[in-house]
Structure formats: structure tokens, C-alpha cells
């Protein structure tokens, strides 16, 4: 487990210079702004963000693959690190403080890739999350000057506060009616989108949140930081780690009770 220390410091680095980078261009006037093929947006700072973490890998890390949002897959081998720059695009192109860096390692294993370092970092907010297997999860501003997290214990979903990013998603995968059904089961529902309720799940702040369609960049880091915490973080198909396309992550008691709704 202490193999992970350095990879933890390494990955706070990369995430320094990346909010160096990312807030020097936040609600900069002459921003540029392109439409990926998928028909999302992508900044300049997007990809000035990634590299700038892909040339530090590469100095630091030359054995380890990577795999960003921005620019693909690059190298082979048991560990890669798994980028992505700017994780709330959309809210950044629109001076929206709700975005963040994502910086996760994941080891190959016996059971196929799992993610064990996670790096959370949004400066907007003045927020910063982080896990590594073993080791705990914590928010702060600084490895010597940090809070451990805990998921809350609520058990009941008519207890329970639920985050999720939009309507829309669901209703083109087919699932919104599970969606709806499950917002009415809860106490109380909220669209905070992106990293964000992963981090609450996280805190305890909330309890439980899903996603219809992700890559694997949006999750790896937010999966080993709800784990850390003493949650589940799975697949809606109930797959542990973040390489289902889709995401459910809760304080553990909630999880199954949560996948009855979402479940494809």
C-alpha cells in the first residue's frame, strides 16, 4: 500500500500545475472555444491542461501509459494515468466555478484495471480532493493540511439526498422513468453535475448519485475517492470500479436499493 505515497505527492504536483494553468484562462474574455465530434465543447485550456500533465508524465513517469480526454491513449503497460483537464467544460467556457482537474492511476490486476490514486482538484471552488488504495480520502489544501472523509449513514431512501447531472441523458438511454421513480423515493434531489456529487458522496454531504454515459476519464479518480471513503462506487449494472459507461456511487448502504431504480 505504500507504494502509493509517492504516486499521491506526484499526482498532487501534476494537479498544482494544471490549476495554474486552468485558472489563468478561467473567464478569460479572448477564450477559444471548438465543438468536438461528439458535439461537446472543448477550451484551449482543456487542452493546454492536458499537455502540460502529459509532459510532466513523461519526464516523471516515461514507463507509465496515459490515457486524457483530449488526446487519447499513448504507451502500454500495467499502469496508466487517466486525465481529464477540464471535467465540467461547459461550465468553464461559461465562468461557472463548478469544474475540475482529474488525475487517477490505475494498476492492472487479477480482476482487469482498477483505479488507486485519485486527485480531485478545482480551484475555482478552492476545493481539492484525493485517495490512494489503502490510505484514505481526504479534502484540503495540502497533503499536511487535510480533512479525512467519511460517507454519511443514512439507510433509508426516503432519507437520502441525491445528486445527478441532467434529465436528458437519461430520457435517451430509456431510463428515465426509473430515474423519476427514484427522485420521488428520495428526500431530496439536486442537478450539481459533473465531479461534484461524487465528491458529497464522498464528504456525507450526499448519500447517494448515478450517471447514464461516462468515459472512463470522468470516473477513475472520482471511483477510488468514494471507495477510500468508505463507499461503493459500481457500474448501473452493479460492476465494481469505473468501466461500466456509467456510474452509481453511494455510502454503501444505499447502493443496491439505488441500482433497483437504474438497473438496465
Given at each position: ?119 480531485v482538484s478545482a ?84 448519500d447517494i448519485c ?55
Amino acid at each position: 500500500m505504500a507504494a502509493y505515497h509517492d504516486d499521491l505527492r506526484f499526482a498532487h504536483v501534476l494537479a498544482d500545475a494544471a490549476d495554474a494553468q486552468t485558472m489563468e484562462r478561467f473567464k478569460a474574455l479572448d477564450l477559444k472555444v471548438e465543438t468536438k465530434p461528439d458535439m461537446t465543447p472543448v477550451s484551449e485550456a482543456d487542452k493546454a491542461a492536458e499537455e502540460l500533465i502529459r509532459s510532466q508524465l513523461q519526464r516523471a513517469r516515461p514507463r507509465d501509459a496515459v490515457l486524457g480526454e483530449e488526446f487519447g491513449s499513448e504507451g502500454t503497460g500495467p499502469r496508466r494515468w487517466v486525465i481529464d483537464p477540464i471535467d465540467g467544460t461547459k461550465n468553464y467556457v461559461r465562468g461557472v466555478p463548478v469544474w475540475a482537474t482529474l488525475i487517477a492511476l490505475m494498476e492492472r490486476g487479477a480482476g482487469g484495471d482498477r483505479p488507486v490514486v485519485g486527485v480531485v482538484s478545482a480551484p475555482a471552488l478552492g476545493r481539492r480532493w484525493w485517495a490512494a488504495e489503502g490510505l484514505g480520502a481526504y479534502s484540503g489544501r495540502s497533503l499536511s493540511s487535510a480533512t479525512r472523509l467519511h460517507v454519511s449513514k443514512v439507510a433509508e431512501l426516503g432519507d437520502a439526498s441525491f445528486a445527478y447531472s441532467s434529465l436528458s441523458g437519461w430520457e435517451e438511454r430509456g431510463k428515465l422513468p426509473g430515474f423519476l421513480d427514484l427522485t420521488r423515493a428520495c428526500w431530496r434531489t439536486r442537478g450539481y453535475g459533473d465531479f461534484w456529487p461524487y465528491m458529497m458522496v464522498a464528504e456525507g454531504s450526499v448519500d447517494i448519485c448515478a450517471e447514464p454515459e461516462l468515459s472512463l476519464w470522468d470516473m477513475a479518480a472520482n471511483a477510488v475517492i468514494v471507495q477510500e471513503a468508505g463507499g461503493r462506487f459500481t457500474g448501473l449494472d452493479g460492476v465494481p470500479g469505473p468501466n461500466s459507461g456509467d456510474a452509481a456511487a453511494s455510502n454503501g448502504l444505499l447502493h443496491g436499493a439505488m441500482l433497483d431504480y437504474l438497473r438496465p
